[in-house]
């Protein structure tokens, strides 16, 4: 009895399942080891910029507690929509407090890191906000107290609170792309169209000068 040839895959198929097992991978990847994610706001300046996109590992703080000095990606505590990056700098146990902006951790002054930045001259008292003065505070175990490196423009651990463990979701690693705010670019309006034909043509135009080319590949600590 002749053997029945075996129907070859049609090159459409194949295309979908080679599309199908690639999104499957991206997504193993996005859920266990590797996370993308753009800095939107300066409350990390100069450390991470606006415009900067980051990949982040999810394993090292899975086999350890983030350090004070480390950076951590994590969801925002009072909207776990959104996804935070922010220094950590005190765990549990320790004792946090501000004076006239300087940090200190259990009565050191914790050192500002290479990229921390003040844009504001005057102190605020206690009184009018916890930005310059704030403590002292005990960090409760099993949570982490995070500040932005621009200390004077970062909403963090002194306005709402510590970090719980169950909110981090990676390490920051390296930036693999650095995109300048262009100020003068077209903004989308309804119906959109023909502002995004306006965009996609100006960012083309303009993408030599905007990316941020010595920002690239470099890695974050």
Not at 122 to 130: A, D, F, I, K
Request: charged share 25%.
């Amino acid at each position: 009895m002749a053997k029945k040839k075996k129907k070859k895959k049609s090159k459409f198929r194949e295309w979908v399942e080679t599309i199908v097992s690639a999104l499957i991978i991206a997504l193993i990847l996005r859920a266990f080891l590797i996370q993308a994610y753009r800095i939107p706001t300066g409350s990390m300046e100069d450390t991470l910029l606006i415009g900067d996109f980051l990949l982040g590992e999810k394993i090292t703080y899975r086999l350890r507690e983030p350090h004070p000095g480390d950076i951590v990606i994590f969801k925002y505590p009072l909207n776990p929509r959104k996804d935070y990056v922010k220094r950590c700098v005190a765990v549990g146990g320790q004792t946090v407090f501000v004076r006239d902006k300087v940090l200190f951790v259990d009565g050191v002054p914790f050192p500002d890191p290479p990229g921390a930045k003040y844009i504001d001259p005057e102190v605020l008292p206690s009184s009018v906000s916890n930005r310059d003065n704030f403590g002292p505070y005990t960090v409760p175990p099993g949570y982490f107290f995070m500040m932005g490196d621009n200390r004077d423009n970062s909403a963090d651990s002194r306005f709402w609170g510590p970090l719980a463990k169950k909110f981090i979701r990676a390490k920051p690693l390296i930036i693999y792309f650095s995109w300048s705010p262009d100020p003068n670019a077209p903004s989308l309006n309804p119906p959109y169209i023909i502002d995004f034909i306006r965009l996609f043509f100006y960012d083309l135009f303009h993408f030599p000068m905007r990316v941020r080319w010595k920002r690239l590949g470099r890695l974050i600590k």
